[in-house]
C-alpha cells in the first residue's frame, strides 16, 4: 500500500529534550515536506526537500532540524524542545516539487506535547 | 491579514443538502487552487485541484475559483454523513512554490 508513516503518534515530552519524529514514503517520492497544525493557524511549512540532500526551510523552521540522506526518509528533529512547539505534525510527499504545489500526500499525524 | 480566509465552521447540515465552501485571499499572484479533506485523527487528502479561473466537477464535488473578487468555493451535493470532515483550501503562486492552507472549516453531516 502506498503511503507514508509517521512516528510516534503520540509523544509527550519535557522541556528541552531531544526529539526525533521520523517520516518514511514508499512511493518513491522526490519531494518531502514538514508541516505543523495549529488552531487558528491552520498548517505551515516548517522544512521541505526536492531530493536526497537539498532541504530548504518552510514558514516556520525555527527551533527544528531535518535531513534527507535516503529518498524514502525524511526525519524533524527538535533539539530543545520549548512548549510552543507542542503542536500536530504531518509529513508530506510528492512526486517532484512541481507536482508539489498541487498534490502532496500526507502522513496520519503526531501529536507531540511538550511540558 | 491571513493571505487565506476561511470560516473555521462548524458548519451542520443535513443528510442530502447543499453544501457550499468558501476562501477568499488576498494575494493575487495565487494560480493553483487546491481543497484537500481532513477526517479526524487523519493526516489531509487531495480532493481537487483548480489550475487558474473557472469550474472543476468531480462527481458530487464541485471547485470554483474567482480570480476577479479572490474567491474559491467548494460545492457538495447530496451531502452524505461520511462527508463528516475539516475541509481545507490551499493556494499556490507557481510551480514548485509552497502551499498556503486556510485554516480549515469543519462540517458535519447529520443522518
Known amino acids: 500500500e502506498a503511503q507514508v508513516t509517521q512516528n510516534p503518534r503520540y509523544l509527550i515530552t519535557v522541556t528541552g529534550k531531544k526529539l526525533t519524529v521520523t517520516c518514511s514514503q514508499n512511493?518513491?517520492?522526490?519531494?518531502m515536506s514538514w508541516y505543523r497544525q495549529d488552531p487558528g493557524l491552520g498548517l505551515r511549512q516548517i522544512y521541505y526537500?526536492?531530493?536526497?540532500?537539498?532541504?530548504d526551510k518552510g514558514d516556520v523552521p525555527e527551533g527544528y532540524k531535518v535531513s534527507r540522506k535516503e529518498k524514502r526518509n525524511f526525519p524533524l528533529i527538535l533539539e530543545s524542545p520549548s512548549p510552543n512547539q507542542t503542536s500536530l505534525y504531518f509529513c508530506?510527499?510528492?512526486?517532484?516539487?512541481?507536482?508539489?504545489?498541487?498534490?502532496?500526500?500526507f502522513g496520519p499525524g503526531t501529536r507531540l506535547t511538550v511540558t | 491579514q491571513k493571505e487565506v480566509e476561511q470560516d473555521p465552521g462548524p458548519l451542520s447540515v443535513p443528510e442530502g443538502a447543499i453544501v457550499s465552501l468558501n476562501c477568499t485571499y488576498s494575494?493575487?499572484?495565487?494560480?493553483?487552487f487546491m481543497w484537500y479533506r481532513q477526517y479526524s485523527r487523519k493526516g489531509p487528502e487531495l480532493l481537487m485541484y483548480?489550475?487558474?479561473?473557472g469550474n472543476k466537477e468531480d462527481g458530487r464535488f464541485t471547485a470554483q475559483v474567482d480570480k476577479s473578487s479572490k474567491y474559491i468555493s467548494l460545492f457538495i451535493r447530496d451531502s452524505q454523513p461520511s462527508d463528516s470532515a475539516t475541509y481545507l483550501c490551499?493556494?499556490?503562486?507557481?510551480?514548485?512554490?509552497?502551499?498556503?492552507f486556510g485554516e480549515g472549516t469543519q462540517l458535519t453531516v447529520n443522518p
Open positions: 494575494n493575487s499572484a495565487f494560480q493553483y
Open positions: 483548480t489550475y487558474s479561473s
Open positions: 512511493m518513491n517520492h522526490e519531494y
Open positions: 490551499a493556494m499556490s503562486r507557481a510551480s514548485g512554490s509552497r502551499l498556503t
Open positions: 508530506a510527499s510528492s512526486y517532484s516539487s512541481g507536482r508539489a504545489t498541487y498534490e502532496q500526500y
Open positions: 526537500s526536492m531530493n536526497v540532500e537539498v532541504t
